[in-house]
């Protein structure tokens, strides 16, 4: 039996993984959460051999939650199911230790075929990824970890003070990174900093919720 956890901050996503992964006889979801940090502590009473975790999460991103998943559970095998589904997120998700990444555009049966994967032991890359996270480059590429990580946190709308107290920095700190973003980015404006995000695949378009779409097949 494969025992599963699912990090996700919408309810109706954690219903549907939970719903079609338990159709299988192979598979139990033994625990849930909908941020990281509460996921982090569950993780450790429930002892999952695989966490499915979304990439964007309220409190901080799927990076920073395999990354300190693996720290506590190196033997855990992390599959990240996320509407991101291009740029450098997924390269970097997978350098940090994650074994899997599956796009919220496919169906239910690649989750299951995944969870399955990477409980093996094997990494699990769904074929609408494949080649261009192997191969597609954005101007993100170019940007450090500390800056891709506060570059997601800007698109997020956050202001100087939040991304300051969320990574424990100064705020002087912050301003500084930023700067560098942008200027690494050739972006001008606050505005056209989320427009190359979603160009770049980063965030979802306006008005697509990535809604998960269940099968029972296997």
């Known amino acids: 039996m494969i ?3 699912v990090i996700d901050d ?4 954690r219903v549907g993984l939970t719903w079609v992964l338990e159709t299988q006889k192979d598979l139990r979801v033994v625990g849930e959460a909908d941020n990281g940090m509460s996921a ?3 993780v450790a009473r429930h002892h999952p051999d695989v966490v499915i975790c979304d990439f964007h999460l309220p409190d901080m991103d799927g ?4 990354r300190r998943l693996l720290a506590e559970h190196p033997d855990l095998k992390v599959l ?3 509407v991101v589904d291009g740029g450098p997120v997924p390269r970097r998700l997978l350098a940090a230790g994650a074994m899997g990444y599956v796009s919220k555009a496919r169906d239910g049966s ?4 995944a969870v399955r994967e990477v409980a093996a032991g094997r990494r699990y890359l769904d074929d609408a990824l494949g080649a261009r996270v192997l191969f597609e480059t954005t101007p993100f590429d ?5 800056q891709l990580e506060v570059a997601l946190l800007m698109v997020q709308g956050k202001r100087n003070a939040e991304i300051a107290l969320e990574l424990n ?5 912050i301003r500084t990174v930023r700067a560098k973003v942008m200027t690494k980015l050739g972006v001008q404006t606050d505005i056209a900093l989320p427009r190359l995000a979603m160009d770049c695949g980063l965030i979802p378009p306006a008005g697509d919720g990535g809604a998960f779409r269940s099968n029972r097949s296997g």
Not at 10 to 13: Q, S
Not at 110 to 113: D, F, S, T
Request: charged share 15%; no cysteine.
């Open 63 to 66: 990076l920073e939650v395999t």
């Open 10 to 13: 919408h309810p109706l996503v």
């Open 3 to 5: 025992r599963v956890f």
């Open 40 to 42: 982090l502590t569950a």
């Open 169 to 173: 920095l100064m705020e002087s700190t």
């Open 142 to 146: 170019h940007l450090s970890p500390r």
């Open 80 to 82: 990240i199911v996320s």
């Open 110 to 113: 690649a989750v299951v075929r």
